[in-house]
């Protein structure tokens, strides 16, 4: 009697997660637009009073939210006894799930959920637990890309290969949130733990780069249109998608094909017109959108100066990695071998330095920003107190 109770409340916890959209996790994850609202509220109360996290505040990319990915934020994280039957749910979903395009866009969605997670893991200190569910987030990446690879476009019709390109556009689009998502969990792990978030920032470049060669170099208009297409499904103002752009423009010149690059230029070209429509508008100050186009250069420095050591890197690699198999004893191999080690470790330590150089000048400039400010609110009180001291009759001063 107990086990066929046994097996008839399974039964019905099953027939529920199968039930409802996206499951018991879809339920714990969407909750209310108001729960979802204060997670998004906490988040940026935490941002703008952590004093380490000043860089943030004067980088120009508005803070990408879980909505941005397609996503709602997580109400259940792992540790929570909830959380078994949110990944239950989604494994019930990856078996209903038979196409090989919705295979792909389901595993892109749930890289999507892993990784909000772990931001939300990484805002509350629990960096064991971000980092581990950052591997899955990666995983889950990794087989959006290759199922999307598999597919046959000779076997498709023209209306699904258009399909499958706009599905291709959004997770180009979602990449580069997702590096913006992994450069706030790296400002928040600990040291320790940086050097696994600097991987997992690494591989998201080289996916972009990947995405961005597939465009149609051959066709100047399809790029034109697909690049468009991503774009318009970035966040933030035109500010931001030019810093989006200068993303793009510092790809690998040996990967992406020069005519995709000059489409990116102009793309970046047009969206700072926009910038200076929005200053004539006065949606936005001359001095606001000077101080934010500075920090787009700084960083846009900082990554081309980085694709200039990773490209030069390359070369020496590929010279060692020919010498290595023309070496004749174990010795000469091994030798070569060490050499390469260390121009890979060389190259890593250059990156890292000049990043930490352009987040200390960031900072500086953060700092300064709100010296000025504290200055003008200054200012502005004494003429008030002084406006109100002429307006009183001196009897009334004293």
Do not use: C, W
């Not at 990554?303 to 290595?324: F, G, I, M, S």
Request: proline letters at 2%; zero cysteines.
């Amino acid at each position: 009697m107990y086990t066929k109770r046994f097996n008839l409340v399974i039964f019905a916890l099953l027939a529920l997660v199968i039930a409802l959209p996206g499951g018991v996790a879809h339920a714990a994850d969407t909750n209310t637009t108001e729960a979802t609202t204060t997670s998004t509220e906490t988040s940026s109360s935490v941002t703008t009073e952590d004093t380490d996290t000043a860089v943030a505040a004067s980088t120009t990319v508005d803070e990408v939210t879980a909505d941005d990915l397609g996503v709602a934020e997580p109400s259940v994280l792992p540790g929570s006894f909830l959380y078994p039957f949110k990944r239950l749910s989604e494994s019930i979903q990856e078996v209903f799930t038979f196409n090989a395009q919705s295979k792909a866009e389901l595993s892109e969605h749930l890289a999507n959920k892993r990784l909000v997670e772990a931001r939300a893991l990484a805002r509350d200190g629990k960096t064991d637990e971000a980092v581990k569910i950052l591997d899955d987030y990666k995983a889950r990446l990794d087989q959006a890309q290759t199922k999307l690879a598999a597919i046959d476009r000779t076997k498709l019709t023209q209306d699904q290969v258009a399909k499958l390109e706009k599905v291709e556009d959004r997770l180009t689009s979602n990449l580069l949130k997702q590096e913006r998502v992994l450069e706030r969990v790296q400002d928040q792990v600990p040291e320790v733990a940086k050097e696994k978030i600097k991987e997992h920032l690494s591989q998201a470049q080289e996916k972009i780069e990947d995405r961005i060669s597939k465009l149609p170099a051959g066709d100047q208009e399809k790029a034109k249109a697909r690049l468009d297409e991503i774009i318009s499904q970035l966040p933030g103002d035109e500010v931001s998608k030019v810093e989006y752009l200068q993303a793009l423009k510092t790809v690998r010149a040996d990967i992406v094909p020069e005519a995709i690059k000059a489409q990116i230029e102009i793309k970046a070209t047009e969206h700072q017109a926009k910038i200076d429509e929005a200053v004539k508008a006065g949606t936005i100050t001359a001095e606001q959108a000077a101080k934010r186009i500075e920090a787009v250069k700084l960083r846009a420095e900082t990554r081309v100066e980085n694709l200039d050591v990773r490209t030069k890197a390359e070369a020496e690699l590929k010279d060692l990695r020919d010498q290595a198999k023309d070496a004749v004893t174990e010795e000469a191999k091994k030798a070569v071998q060490d050499q390469a080690a260390q121009l890979k470790n060389t190259v890593k330590q250059t990156v890292e330095q000049n990043k930490e150089i352009m987040k200390d000048e960031l900072k500086a400039n953060a700092n300064r920003a709100v010296e000025e400010k504290k200055k003008e609110a200054a200012d502005t009180a004494t003429q008030k107190a002084e406006q109100l001291r002429k307006m009183l009759k001196p009897e009334e001063v004293k």
